[in-house]
Structures are given as structure tokens and as C-alpha cells.
């Protein structure tokens, strides 16, 4: 089974502070992606990946960075957080390409900035 | 990106067949049409994809007309269990592409 890994599940950080989210796949999949979900608004893609060392912004990348230096990981960097990123983040990753566009998601990350 | 139109919310009771109905006016020729699945404090799962006329699979169908601007996601005999938010989506496979949800249709099963 595809195996996708967030590294917390709960976190809980500060105003102002840099906060990392590593997300990490094992089945060797071209792509990952970036979402946040929040009451009433779906899933927003933040930010995406087609490879190693390639990103492209999503509906709503302000406030965020990423870092992909390895196929399997894919980081999202909370530069300065601040209370508007209280949200649950999912990670996903899909093999891309013609066989399939089914994407596998982690079990999320509920932030909270206090 | 094509964008998806599916109704907000539905009920419907165990045992029924449940079909949800997504618009997608502006789906290209390459586009694919996927349908996920997401119960509460979990990620989406993938459902079940097509392109065209009718895909089946252990959990669901999937009808598309030969216009391809709308699909039906059908579920038969649902249960309690099957009480989650469905989203559809619209996409090429293209290794480039991204993967956009909308707000998707919150089913509810009743007893």
C-alpha cells in the first residue's frame, strides 16, 4: 500500500515563529502536493511539486514556501506563522504521468498558531 | 483548470442508491473526470475515475454522458458508513498537472 507520512498530527506554535511540516512518500510517486482544509472552503492547493527541486504555486500560496531536495519528501515552510494558518494541512502525492492521476493523502496535520 | 459544479449538501437513507451529480461545462479533451471520498478527520481517498460513458468498480459507478459536461457518481445500497464528503474533480493526466478540489457534496445517511 502507498504510504504517505506526515510527521504530526497535532502542533501547536507561536505567532511569529517558522514552522515546518515534512511530508514523506514511499512509493516513489513524480508528485506531491500541498492542501489546506478549512470549515466551508474544501481543500486549497498550496503548493506543488513535479519533481525533485520543482515547485509551482497553487490557489493560494502567500505566507508559504516549500522544499523538495529529495523525490520522497516534500516540506512546507511556515515562514512567520500567524493565526489565519490555523488549519488542517494534507500532504498527497500521485505518480502523475498517463497511468493515473489518483493521489494518496496523509492523515493531516491540525496546526494551531496561538 | 475546468471547474466543477456539484450540489452543497444531500440526505438520503440506508439501503438507497445515491446519485450525485457533478457539472463540468468547460472539460477539455484530455480532461479526466475523479471522484474522492473524505470522512472526517481524514484525508480523501480516490473513488473511482473515467473519461467516458460508464466505469465501474467494487465501490461505485460512474456515468458520463458523451458530452462529458456533467458525471454521476453512483453509490448502490449505501450505508451509515458511506456518510462522508465526495468531491469531484477534472484533470488531464499530464505529469505536470495539478489536482484541484472544490467544496464537494456532503452526503448524509439516515437510518
Known amino acids: 500500500d502507498v504510504k504517505v507520512t506526515q510527521s504530526s498530527r497535532y502542533l501547536v506554535k507561536r505567532t511569529g515563529e517558522k514552522v515546518f511540516l515534512e511530508c514523506v512518500q514511499d512509493m516513489d510517486h513524480e508528485n506531491m502536493f500541498w492542501y489546506r482544509q478549512d470549515p466551508g472552503l474544501g481543500l486549497r492547493l498550496i503548493y506543488f511539486?513535479?519533481?525533485?527541486?520543482?515547485?509551482e504555486k497553487g490557489d493560494i500560496p502567500e505566507g508559504y514556501s516549500v522544499s523538495r531536495e529529495k523525490k520522497e519528501r516534500f516540506s512546507l515552510i511556515l515562514e512567520s506563522a500567524s493565526t489565519n494558518q490555523t488549519s488542517m494541512y494534507l500532504c498527497?502525492?500521485?505518480?502523475?504521468?498517463?497511468?493515473?492521476?489518483?493521489?494518496?493523502f496523509g492523515q493531516g496535520t491540525r496546526l494551531t498558531v496561538v | 483548470l475546468a471547474k466543477t459544479t456539484q450540489p452543497i449538501s444531500m440526505d438520503s437513507y440506508e439501503g438507497q442508491e445515491v446519485n450525485i451529480t457533478c457539472s463540468h461545462n468547460n472539460i477539455a479533451t484530455n480532461d479526466y473526470i475523479t471522484w474522492y471520498q473524505q470522512f472526517p478527520s481524514q484525508g480523501p481517498r480516490f473513488i473511482i475515475q473515467g473519461y467516458k460513458t460508464k466505469v465501474t468498480n467494487e465501490v461505485a459507478s460512474l456515468f458520463i454522458p458523451a458530452d462529458r459536461k456533467s458525471s454521476t457518481l453512483s453509490l448502490p445500497r449505501v450505508s451509515l458508513s458511506d456518510t462522508a464528503v465526495y468531491y469531484c474533480?477534472?484533470?488531464?493526466?499530464?505529469?505536470?498537472?495539478?489536482?484541484?478540489f472544490g467544496k464537494g457534496t456532503r452526503l448524509h445517511i439516515l437510518p
Open positions: 511539486s513535479y519533481d525533485v527541486k520543482m515547485k
Open positions: 474533480l477534472v484533470g488531464s493526466r499530464n505529469r505536470d498537472d495539478k489536482i484541484i
Open positions: 498527497a502525492s500521485s505518480s502523475g504521468g498517463s497511468q493515473s492521476t489518483e493521489a494518496f
